[in-house]
Every structure is written in C-alpha cells, then in structure tokens.
C-alpha cells in the first residue's frame, strides 16, 4: 500500500461517514445519527451509543475506493 492509496483510502472513510452522519443529523434519520447516552443514578450506570451503519457504509466504500485506485494505477503502468 502506498502513501496515495492510503490518503484515498481514508479519505473516502471519513467522507462518506462524516456525510452520514450529518445527513443523518440535519435530517434526523436514527439510523445515521450518531448519539451518545450516559445516566448514573443509585442503581448504577447505563451508556447507551448511536448507529454504527455509517462507519459500516464508510468501511465498505472505502474498500471499494482502494480497489478502483489500485486497478486505474496498474492499467496506467502496462
């Protein structure tokens, strides 16, 4: 891997997570918000997290991202 398919890779994750989320935000979507619950009371704690969906979508396209990247480089190198 190198330094550009890295910057493609990651870059592609945080941009497509960070858009879901702020779709899931501005339009208030549960399943693309991300939210963060914490309540402690005299019966203890209870921490309750948003949705991983987006992570997920960013994950998957940016897998998708480095594979496009790496076929369009070893097409311009034959």
Do not use: C, N
Request: charged share 15%; glycine share 8%.
């Amino acid at each position: 891997m190198t330094i550009k398919s890295l910057v493609v890779t990651l870059g592609t994750l945080f941009l497509t997570t960070g858009l879901l989320f702020l779709i899931g935000h501005i339009f208030t979507i549960r399943w693309l918000m991300f939210y963060y619950e914490y309540t402690s009371d005299a019966e203890g704690f209870f921490i309750s997290g948003g949705s991983m969906i987006p992570l997920m979508i960013g994950l998957i396209a940016s897998f998708i991202a480095e594979k496009i990247y790496v076929y369009k480089r070893r097409q311009k190198h034959v």
